[in-house]
């Protein structure tokens, strides 16, 4: 039998689930029913001319997330509406924004800035990408808490023990106590699989060897448990006699010697100035790369003329180059309303 309590999970997991869980709950909440109102009126839009728009203003924050509210005011069919309108959405530019008030034909209720049809598929994208990152983790993070709990539940049964070499991959000293961190990664079923645990004053992990600068420890596998549990240096976590444990211990020290491996912080050494400043470049290179292939099939073979931040990236484009770019989109959508980067002073034809 081993001791109970000796696969922990730290609290701040649950924590932090917690503020995921409220994350992704704010984000869904707060811009899935703009981008539903939306996706109603791009069904059979109009555009009221003789709309009111109030107190329009857009903020970016982190260079790329833009947030635009207005306070919109129309009448249709003898019917004055009032409306507050917010969309978030991920663009990089710079300079004001033009846009009309759009209502649908079907609910005259919904308003909205044709800002937000045209930026419609970036809102959607956007929100997909949050909420699949955040539900992502708070998936992972139950998972991970369900198998501890899981494996916690599986101690309490007597089975079979197997040893097996683990990495510890971090520890931290908090007074008279070892918070440690290792991974299933050396030996045996290899299943990359990482748990934590906790010793108390006195007590420190059976360290067996290292592997570059990590240490190796000893553990075992209890049965089918999903999680290895980390042994203590004098094996009292496993419930067995002192003459027992004197038995194993022995061949394990004469093996370690008079000084065996510990628990000991070092420095990793990093790459050459030379080494990061190439890295740096290369980096740059490959994203200037990237944005301008991006924007050639902007130019080129985009469906829309008002690809987001496509049309951004083409008014930021050296003249010759916007030129070139604006001719291509004109041959394409040249009977439409000009986009960002190519439209003249009317804000509505061609340059």
Same mark, same amino acid.
């Given at each position: 039998?081993?001791?109970?309590?000796?696969?922990?999970?730290?609290? *701040? %997991?649950?924590?932090?689930? #917690?503020?995921?869980? +409220?994350?992704?709950?704010?984000?869904? @909440?707060?811009? $899935?029913? =703009?981008?539903?109102?939306?996706?109603?009126?791009?069904?059979?839009?109009?555009?009221?001319?003789?709309?009111?728009?109030?107190?329009?203003?857009?903020?970016?924050?982190?260079?790329?997330?833009?947030?635009?509210?207005?306070?919109?005011?129309?009448?249709?069919?003898?019917?004055?509406?009032?409306?507050?309108?917010?969309?978030?959405?991920?663009?990089?530019?710079?300079?004001?924004?033009?846009?009309?008030?759009?209502?649908?034909?079907?609910?005259?209720?919904?308003?909205?800035?044709?800002?937000?049809?045209?930026?419609?598929?970036?809102?959607?994208?956007?929100?997909?990408?949050? *909420? %699949?990152?955040?539900?992502? #983790?708070?998936?992972? +993070?139950?998972?991970?808490?369900?198998? @501890?709990?899981? $494996?916690? =539940?599986?101690?309490?049964?007597?089975?079979?023990?197997?040893?097996?070499?683990?990495?510890?991959?971090?520890?931290?000293?908090?007074?008279?106590?070892?918070?440690?961190?290792?991974?299933?990664?050396?030996?045996?079923?290899?299943?990359?699989?990482?748990?934590?645990?906790?010793?108390?004053?006195?007590?420190?992990?059976?360290?067996?060897?290292?592997?570059?600068?990590?240490?190796?420890?000893?553990?075992?596998?209890?049965?089918?448990?999903?999680?290895?549990?980390?042994?203590?240096?004098?094996?009292?976590?496993?419930?067995?006699?002192?003459?027992?444990?004197?038995?194993?211990?022995?061949?394990?020290?004469?093996?370690?010697?008079?000084?065996?491996?510990?628990?000991?912080?070092?420095?990793?050494?990093?790459?050459?100035?030379?080494?990061?400043?190439?890295?740096?470049?290369?980096?740059?290179?490959?994203?200037?790369?990237?944005?301008?292939?991006?924007?050639?099939?902007?130019?080129?073979?985009?469906?829309?003329?008002?690809?987001?931040?496509?049309?951004?990236?083409?008014?930021?484009?050296?003249?010759?180059?916007?030129?070139?770019?604006?001719?291509?989109?004109?041959?394409?959508?040249?009977?439409?309303?000009?986009?960002?980067?190519?439209?003249?002073?009317?804000?509505?034809?061609?340059?």
């Amino acid at each position: 039998m081993l001791a109970q309590g000796v696969i922990t999970m730290p609290k *701040v %997991a649950y924590f932090a689930l #917690a503020i995921v869980i +409220a994350l992704t709950v704010f984000i869904t @909440v707060y811009e $899935a029913p =703009g981008i539903l109102r939306d996706w109603t009126i791009s069904q059979n839009p109009i555009n009221l001319v003789d709309g009111d728009i109030r107190d329009g203003k857009c903020s970016t924050r982190r260079g790329f997330f833009t947030t635009c509210e207005a306070h919109l005011k129309y009448a249709y069919n003898g019917q004055t509406y009032d409306k507050d309108v917010e969309i978030m959405f991920v663009d990089i530019h710079a300079g004001d924004y033009d846009t009309d008030l759009v209502i649908s034909r079907d609910h005259p209720d919904l308003a909205t800035l044709s800002l937000g049809l045209d930026m419609l598929w970036n809102r959607i994208i956007t929100l997909a990408v949050f *909420v %699949a990152l955040l539900g992502g #983790a708070c998936i992972a +993070a139950i998972f991970q808490i369900l198998r @501890v709990w899981r $494996a916690r =539940g599986q101690l309490r049964r007597p089975a079979q023990l197997e040893p097996v070499p683990v990495e510890i991959t971090a520890f931290q000293r908090r007074g008279k106590r070892l918070m440690v961190a290792y991974a299933d990664k050396i030996g045996g079923r290899k299943t990359g699989r990482a748990a934590h645990t906790n010793f108390g004053p006195g007590e420190e992990p059976l360290v067996v060897g290292a592997k570059g600068d990590k240490a190796v420890a000893l553990a075992v596998w209890h049965g089918n448990t999903a999680l290895p549990v980390l042994l203590d240096s004098r094996l009292e976590r496993i419930d067995i006699s002192a003459e027992e444990r004197a038995s194993i211990l022995a061949p394990l020290t004469a093996e370690l010697g008079a000084h065996p491996p510990e628990l000991i912080v070092q420095g990793k050494r990093g790459p050459s100035v030379m080494a990061r400043l190439a890295r740096g470049f290369l980096v740059i290179l490959l994203f200037i790369v990237g944005i301008f292939g991006y924007w050639v099939w902007y130019v080129t073979s985009a469906g829309s003329q008002f690809t987001s931040p496509a049309m951004d990236i083409n008014n930021m484009m050296p003249v010759p180059l916007n030129r070139w770019g604006c001719d291509q989109l004109k041959k394409r959508f040249g009977d439409q309303r000009a986009p960002f980067g190519c439209v003249a002073s009317d804000y509505t034809s061609w340059k």
